[in-house]
């Protein structure tokens, strides 16, 4: 909130309609503005969102190799399934693995 003191000795009732006025035209261009802002804010922070999903993907991706030599190496797992979203007791899995076979 902005507060204006005017030290004034005598005004017109015409001066502070005027006054009055421009202030009136100066709040408006201010909310215009905040409103723009806002905006822009809001597109910037669905770009930042964006860009976190990418690198998360980018660096599953580098990680997936490894993976899925690790899982059928050392679990014998047959079935390696990447980009799988399962929530399961609160967290995700990102990559699901099995084998249908006499693997315990």
Not at 36 to 48: P, R, S, V
């Amino acid at each position: 909130m902005l507060l204006i003191v005017l030290m004034v000795e005598k005004m017109t009732d015409d001066e502070l309609k005027d006054l009055v006025a421009s202030l009136a035209v100066s709040q408006k261009k201010t909310d215009t503005q905040i409103k723009e802002t806002c905006k822009q804010i809001k597109k910037l922070g669905n770009k930042i969102g964006g860009l976190g999903i990418k690198f998360g993907s980018y660096t599953e991706g580098l990680a997936l190799p490894s993976m899925q030599s690790i899982l059928q190496d050392r679990f014998n797992m047959e079935t390696i399934i990447p980009s799988v979203r399962v929530k399961r007791n609160g967290k995700e899995i990102d990559v699901l693995a099995f084998a249908n076979g006499t693997i315990n």
